[in-house]
Nanobody
Framework: QVQLVESGGGLVQPGESLRLSCAAS????????MGWYRQAPGKQRELVAT???????NYADSVKGRFTISRDNAKNTVNLQMNSLKPEDTAVYYC????????WGQGTQVTVSS
């Protein structure tokens, strides 16, 4: 059974940081492309960042320079370091794993508000 379990969400003020983690089980983690997507109220789910099995990263323009995605194949985890958070970063953040089949986590809420 495949499981992607996100953690690390919460309520922060603008300019602060959060680190999201996703623990994967039931897949050969090292060969999967991993990523983070987000969905704000009333909006479509959108890409935040991805990292390939080889370590190549890709970011949405809106988070470049502020967010960093990383993976630890020994621990089957993918992380998203989010710095300089803005109110528009408020969303539910979902972990994503893709190869031939794709899988999603349940999501973790990130709220940026003063």
């Amino acid at each position: 059974q495949v499981q992607l379990v996100e953690s690390g969400g919460g309520l922060v003020q603008p300019g602060e940081s959060l680190r999201l983690s996703c623990a994967a089980s039931g897949i050969s983690f090292s060969v999967y492309r991993m990523g983070w997507y987000r969905q704000a109220p009333g909006k479509q789910r959108e890409l935040v960042a991805t990292v390939t099995s080889g370590g190549t990263t890709n970011y949405a323009d809106s988070v470049k320079g502020r967010f960093t995605i990383s993976r630890d194949n020994a621990k089957n985890t993918v992380n998203l370091q989010m710095n300089s958070l803005k109110p528009e970063d408020t969303a539910v953040y979902y972990c994503y794993a893709a190869m031939i089949t794709s899988y999603w986590g349940q999501g973790t809420q990130v709220t940026v508000s003063s």
